[in-house]
């Protein structure tokens, strides 16, 4: 690639379009530019370029606010940001949309908390990971293409027995070679290393130690020892024509000329990555870059590739840009069609208009309503719309949260690793069949069926599966919808406890919107792991209750929390609490109502106007990647009574919300005067 001057040239210079909206008498509220969120950016690379690599996983966290991440006003850019960008845009580009060698790139690890490191036995010890059991130590990468990759591993070994440590390094489970390993000093240690074959995409590379050595009389130890892992690769890529070649090179330029295939790219590609149409302008300066390449000796590729990377690094790929005609302008109007077509595809998607939506855009009948609708439901039936159970579902309704669950093994000796990852996708599974399967969002809570695996239906006490997943009734178990999955269990209890605190300020801030106040300053706050002492948690919330200061909030959300006191902290069905005292989870709510089950519980929940409410709302918060403000009242009122007269199905509330004016519509902001 030549000079990145260039790219920041193109930017400085470029000038926005313009657009001409008639005014309506409403408030839709303003416009932040709204920045693509790490997902966002994986996903539209993807369906812009025919890539499988994920290169913004790498990029810092995104901020979240309103329990989204891709709320606009904190959605922050760094310096840092800017050089991964470039970098992952450079990767893309020579992985998938440009002829020639792809350049081997170095992966590296410390084995003890490196980013993708992970273990089936062993812990952090010695100033590295100490494999103490037969196991292995993985590194999982998204590799940018199909070629051989050189592995090594600094390690040693606690030595005992008559032999010496054995180690294996290989991928996807298959060993390549193994290795006597013989240091045993960190000092000592050596570099092992062996080459292997992968394709494109993510894959787990390991070192295995396969001789576990106990001395029962001396209690010597044999144990191996890996410092770091590093992944070097791919070391014999040769050139040619990448499989995704023609999403980037869509003319030819032997046929049609070279300038008007450079002028048509920056047409076609352009208009993708920005997602409405170049301007005559635009496509000048991408040119431009282009001759610029060309001049400098680069040849015909190499000056598409510049101009790629230009559209690639632009603002107008990076944020989703509305140009207001009148920004100062306070009377509403409407989004181009090409901006309604982007804000529906991130709201259903998570990524870039499709073809389809891309032609209703160009030719203005999106703005229709029966068109909108008509598309809101067939990208609803799209694949692509399990995006909304990922970052939808993933945060409203926590199922991202399990990952960072982690309970003490020593007092849940059942938890593990195969356990979180089968609670992961009985959520995922639950998520979807609400949000995508046309079932009302009701039985979010009193579904009286799951899907489960062999390990659930262990942990369940359910009898097993003759799938691999398999849907099994409720109906005579103690656990019905959302509230009883085993993953939001875990995830809203304590290492190594339950927290009725917690479960019942979830209950009331995700599915109610009432979000209890924060206690007080000088209120002892009941968190301790070892806070029992021979009293229960219900003993020990009653009293918390009498201090007039904690009443207020505890009364609502305790009786939740305790209702749900039956499910341990990995959500296992139990009858009495971790000191014998036979569980009670009856309990009366603000309001009255008396409830003696979690069953009871659920079922009052789904059918309280709050619930359906608090949907459309967090939903309205995702979709538009703004809080609701008061102008925004009355438009959800309309979008709640649509949902309701939906029978509290997705599709519907998710209809009424691509209608709204918020959706639909902008308004700019008077200036100041000093």
């Known amino acids: 690639m030549r000079s990145f001057s260039l790219i920041l040239l193109f930017f400085t210079a470029c000038k926005a379009p313009t657009t001409d909206d008639p005014g309506r008498e409403s408030d839709p509220g303003t416009v932040t530019l709204h920045r693509l969120n790490r997902v966002e950016l994986d996903n539209t690379w993807a369906d812009l370029t025919g890539t499988s690599l994920r290169p913004a996983r790498d990029f810092p966290p995104d901020d979240s606010g309103y329990g989204f991440d891709n709320i606009a006003d904190v959605l922050s850019w760094s310096p840092l940001h800017l050089e991964m960008l470039e970098a992952a845009t450079d990767q893309i580009l020579a992985n998938d949309l440009l002829s020639g060698v792809i350049p081997a790139q170095t992966y590296w690890a410390e084995a003890e908390d490196g980013e993708g490191i992970d273990a089936t036995a062993g812990g952090a010890c010695c100033g590295g990971w100490m494999v103490w059991s037969n196991g292995s130590l993985g590194y999982t990468l998204d590799l940018p293409a199909d070629g051989t990759y050189r592995v090594s591993v600094r390690a040693w070994g606690t030595q005992a027995g008559p032999d010496l440590v054995n180690m294996g390094l290989g991928v996807d489970g298959v060993t390549a070679q193994s290795f006597t390993v013989s240091p045993d000093d960190a000092d000592l240690a050596e570099v092992y290393?062996?080459?292997?074959?992968?394709?494109?995409?993510?894959?787990?590379?390991?070192?295995?130690?396969?001789?576990?050595?106990?001395?029962?009389?001396?209690?010597?130890?044999?144990?191996?020892?890996?410092?770091?892992?590093?992944?070097?690769?791919?070391?014999?890529?040769?050139?040619?024509?990448?499989?995704?070649?023609?999403?980037?090179?869509?003319?030819?330029?032997?046929?049609?000329?070279?300038?008007?295939?450079?002028?048509?790219?920056?047409?076609?590609?352009?208009?993708?990555?920005?997602?409405?149409?170049?301007?005559?302008?635009?496509?000048?300066?991408?040119?431009?870059?282009?001759?610029?390449?060309?001049?400098?000796?680069?040849?015909?590729?190499?000056?598409?590739?510049?101009?790629?990377?230009?559209?690639?690094?632009?603002?107008?790929?990076?944020?989703?840009?509305?140009?207001?005609?009148?920004?100062?302008?306070?009377?509403?109007?409407?989004?181009?069609?090409?901006?309604?077509?982007?804000?529906?595809?991130?709201?259903?998607?998570?990524?870039?208009?499709?073809?389809?939506?891309?032609?209703?855009?160009?030719?203005?009948?999106?703005?229709?309503?029966?068109?909108?609708?008509?598309?809101?439901?067939?990208?609803?039936?799209?694949?692509?719309?399990?995006?909304?159970?990922?970052?939808?579902?993933?945060?409203?309704?926590?199922?991202?949260?399990?990952?960072?669950?982690?309970?003490?093994?020593?007092?849940?000796?059942?938890?593990?690793?195969?356990?979180?990852?089968?609670?992961?996708?009985?959520?995922?599974?639950?998520?979807?069949?609400?949000?995508?399967?046309?079932?009302?969002?009701?039985?979010?809570?009193?579904?009286?069926?799951?899907?489960?695996?062999?390990?659930?239906?262990?942990?369940?006490?359910?009898?097993?599966?003759?799938?691999?997943?398999?849907?099994?009734?409720?109906?005579?178990?103690?656990?019905?919808?959302?509230?009883t999955t085993g993953g939001l269990l875990t995830a809203t209890s304590y290492p190594g406890r339950t927290s009725p605190v917690q479960r019942g300020k979830w209950v009331l801030s995700n599915l109610m919107c009432e979000t209890p106040a924060p206690p007080p300053d000088n209120v002892d706050l009941l968190e301790a792991e070892d806070a029992m002492e021979g009293e229960s948690l219900t003993e020990q919330l009653a009293r918390h209750r009498e201090d007039p200061l904690c009443a207020s909030c505890h009364q609502s959300m305790d009786p939740i929390g305790l209702g749900l006191e039956n499910f341990d902290g990995i959500g296992m069905w139990r009858n009495t609490?971790?000191?014998?005292?036979?569980?009670?989870?009856?309990?009366?709510?603000?309001?009255?109502?008396?409830?003696?089950?979690?069953?009871?519980?659920?079922?009052?929940?789904?059918?309280?106007?709050?619930?359906?409410?608090?949907?459309?709302?967090?939903?309205?918060?995702?979709?538009?990647?703004?809080?609701?403000?008061?102008?925004?009242?009355?438009?959800?009122?309309?979008?709640?009574?649509?949902?309701?007269?939906?029978e509290h199905r997705f599709a519907d509330l998710a209809v009424g919300i691509a209608l709204s004016g918020p959706f639909r519509m902008r308004r700019g902001t008077p200036e100041v005067t000093p």
């Not at 040619?240 to 023609?246: I, V």
């Not at 109502?593 to 939903?619: G, I, M, N, S, W």
């Open 193 to 483: 290393t062996v080459d292997v074959d992968a394709t494109s995409g993510e894959h787990r590379f390991f070192a295995s130690f396969t001789n576990d050595f106990t001395d029962g009389t001396t209690g010597a130890d044999r144990n191996l020892v890996v410092d770091w892992i590093e992944v070097t690769g791919p070391i014999d890529a040769s050139a040619g024509e990448p499989p995704n070649h023609g999403f980037l090179f869509s003319c030819d330029e032997a046929q049609q000329g070279e300038a008007t295939c450079v002028s048509s790219i920056a047409r076609t590609f352009g208009g993708k990555a920005w997602r409405r149409p170049v301007t005559d302008e635009e496509v000048q300066r991408l040119v431009s870059l282009y001759e610029q390449s060309r001049d400098s000796g680069g040849d015909y590729e190499e000056g598409v590739g510049l101009m790629a990377k230009a559209i690639l690094l632009s603002p107008h790929f990076l944020y989703r840009v509305e140009i207001d005609a009148e920004p100062t302008v306070a009377l509403a109007h409407d989004l181009s069609s090409w901006e309604l077509a982007t804000r529906l595809s991130y709201f259903l998607w998570s990524s870039m208009p499709d073809e389809e939506l891309f032609a209703v855009a160009e030719d203005g009948s999106l703005l229709e309503d029966e068109v909108l609708e008509a598309q809101v439901r067939r990208m609803l039936a799209d694949d692509k719309a399990q995006a909304l159970v990922d970052n939808l579902a993933g945060q409203w309704l926590h199922v991202r949260a399990v990952e960072n669950a982690f309970p003490d093994v020593a007092v849940f000796p059942d938890w593990d690793e195969a356990l979180r990852d089968s609670m992961t996708e009985e959520m995922r599974r639950m998520a979807a069949s609400v949000l995508l399967e046309d079932r009302s969002m009701l039985e979010l809570l009193v579904a009286e069926e799951t899907e489960i695996d062999a390990r659930l239906a262990e942990h369940y006490g359910l009898p097993a599966p003759t799938e691999v997943w398999e849907s099994v009734s409720l109906e005579d178990t103690e656990r019905t919808g959302w509230l």
């Open 577 to 646: 609490d971790e000191i014998g005292v036979t569980i009670d989870a009856s309990g009366e709510l603000p309001g009255g109502f008396t409830f003696h089950t979690p069953r009871e519980l659920a079922q009052y929940l789904a059918e309280d106007p709050k619930f359906a409410r608090c949907v459309a709302t967090k939903t309205f918060t995702y979709a538009l990647g703004r809080a609701p403000t008061v102008e925004d009242w009355p438009y959800l009122e309309g979008i709640e009574t649509q949902f309701a007269g939906g």
